[in-house]
């Protein structure tokens, strides 16, 4: 009997040696489970994202054995963002996407390039998947070309120049302008500082703009303001001005446009499509009154373009209280803000 038990006992020591050793050379474990944590920098021997800019780690549950609970990561590699969110989702995990820096060269545009935790990986509920994907490409963008000629300059130029190309009427190649009748200011300087403020305004929404002139003291004739649009090639040609009338009780914004002779019918149709949206966006912006939109064939800077043109008159200096409001940086702005929407729907087509 005492023989018998101790065999029993040496056998019962034999099996802890035996469990115990497997236990420490990890045999017979279940597989650990993973859990997304976001942590602070990676451990050496973690698994980072493509672009090495993920913080998160791989940590095994306490007893080593997967939870019945777990989820198991899908494989979002090679697949669409789009496609990898959905699956995220309805696995019952949280998704954190970035955008490949730099792209990977030869992966389409929105195609997932990395994951981490990697596919098949066992998470809690709730777990953050982060996903690297290329970025999209940027759809292409036409860049439309304006040309803003700001009316007269410093000094007028009071020699000839025909009225269009071969005419034998003649008229001077750069009108004096008016000159503010209760601010003294002249047409000039409105003009330039109006145009730089439409030339902002454009810019801002990705148009190319050409300036006749940033400075008054310059010596610009007519036919050259126009040849300047057409070398351009500009989409529309936009003339700054203000208005002059022996009736000081005249007030309020005109667009003229091209009509009415030989020279201008190849541009005289979307010129007036100019005109019409410009004077329309002008009066919403301003609340002005509207003197409408009137065609012209006696214009010089219009006989010599190529190019769609338009003349804003952007009221009367001729009437006192317009002058006031027209010397002003905030109207100003709001005329040219109203010139640059006017701008932006005609070049869009809208």
Known sequence: MRTTLVIVALLIVAGGLVV???????????APRIGAEV???????????????????ATASLDGTASAADIEVPVLTGKSIQVAEALLGAAGLTVQTRVADPAVAGVEPGVVISQWPLPNALVSPGAQVVVNYQAQSAPAVEQFVVVIDAGHQQKADLALEPIGPGSTE??????????????????????LA??????????????????VRTTNNVDIPNSKRAAIGNDAKADLVVRVHLNGSTDGAVHGVMTLYPDGNRWVTPISAASKKAAEAIQAAVMTATAASSQGINGSSIM?????????????????????????????EAYQQKIADGIARGVMSYLQGT
């Not at 115990?20 to 279940?30: D, E, I, N, Q, V």
């Not at 109006?194 to 300036?211: E, F, N, T």
């Open 170 to 191: 003649r008229k001077p190649k750069v009108a004096g302008g008016a000159t503010g009748v209760a601010t003294r200011i002249p047409e000039y300087k409105q003009t």
């Open 20 to 30: 115990w050793a497997a236990g420490s050379l990890g045999l017979g474990r279940a």
């Open 300 to 328: 010089a800077g219009f006989n010599y373009s190529k190019r769609p043109s338009v003349i804003v008159e952007c009221g009367y200096l001729s009437n006192a209280a317009e002058d006031r409001l027209i010397a002003t």
């Open 39 to 57: 942590s602070g920098p990676l451990p050496a021997n973690s698994i980072s994202s493509q672009d090495g800019s993920a913080s998160l780690s």
């Open 194 to 211: 109006i145009s730089l403020k439409l030339r902002d305004a454009l810019v801002a929404q990705g148009v190319k703009v050409v300036m």
